[in-house]
């Protein structure tokens, strides 16, 4: 059976907002069901987001509420995420939650000692510019506001 590409993977989405821009985030339900159910279980989802240090092109938030908040385990691993893929890092030991990410442009999840996994769970359907604009602007402008929620009409 042949891999699924981002236009094959037709499920729920979700609409992402920052700094103002919003954009609808098509989730891959087929590579991460137990992640997306758990993101799901958790909107309307708010949170502070701010730049990867380590990473590259990518923010990230701290979410220590809802199911996201407790993910175990990684599904579809994956250390390289591409510009308006958003992942989710289920919880480090002795961390408080998980963490959201969302890429703006090539990056690859790091922390200080090395390379790190995530699991992908969606991507920015076609349009999302302003939106990948506003996460690159956290590079200079620093700390923002994430929010998710259900995306009407899906």
Not at 32 to 43: D, G, I, N, Y
Not at 89 to 105: M, Q
């Amino acid at each position: 059976m042949a891999e699924k590409t981002g236009d094959d993977r037709r499920g729920t989405s979700i609409e992402l907002t920052v700094s103002g821009a919003s954009a609808r985030v098509a989730l891959w339900d087929d590579l991460a069901p137990q992640t997306v159910a758990a993101l799901l279980e958790s909107l309307p989802l708010e949170a502070p987001l701010q730049h990867c240090k380590w990473s590259g092109s990518a923010c990230f938030a701290d979410v220590s509420k809802g199911a996201i908040a407790g993910v175990s385990g990684l599904e579809s691993p994956v250390v390289s995420i591409y510009p308006g893929v958003l992942a989710v890092r289920p919880p480090a030991p002795g961390a408080p939650g998980a963490e959201l990410l969302i890429a703006y442009g090539d990056a690859e999840y790091r922390w200080p000692d090395g390379r790190r996994q995530v699991t992908p769970v969606g991507e920015l359907e076609p349009g999302a510019g302003a939106v990948l604009d506003a996460l690159a602007a956290t590079a200079a402008k620093g700390r923002t506001t994430i929010r998710l929620r259900l995306a009407e009409g899906r």
